[in-house]
Nanobody, 122 residues
């Protein structure tokens, strides 16, 4: 059974940082592209960042403006999202997801975590 477990969310003030983790089990982690998505209240799910199976390529949404860094540690079956200079508009539930393809659309992703809440106060 595939499980993705996110952690590291919380409540922070604007300008501060958080590091999200995504621990995978029941899957060959390095067979998959990994991405982080987020969904704000009343909004659709949007991609934040993605990374290929070996970390050679990354993708970031324009809204991130260089503030976030995605990474992965395949031997540990874990992915990360370092979020710096957080803004109130970053408030959302953040999900990690795995896909065998290099796409930005959520429909391309086969496995999803349960999400972790990030709240940024002004």
């Amino acid at each position: 059974q595939v499980q993705l477990v996110e952690s590291g969310g919380g409540l922070v003030e604007a300008g501060n940082s958080l590091r999200l983790s995504c621990a995978a089990s029941g899957v060959t982690f390095n067979d998959y592209t990994m991405a982080w998505f987020r969904q704000g209240l009343g909004k659709g799910r949007e991609i934040v960042a993605g990374i290929t199976w070996n970390g050679a390529d990354t993708y970031y949404a324009d809204s991130i403006e260089g503030r976030f860094t995605i990474s992965r540690d395949n031997p540990k079956n874990t992915g990360y999202l370092q979020m710096n200079s957080l803004k109130p508009e970053d408030t959302a539930v953040y999900y990690c997801a795995l896909s065998r393809r290099w796409y930005t659309h959520p429909d391309a992703y086969e496995f999803w975590g349960q999400g972790t809440q990030v709240t940024v106060s002004s």
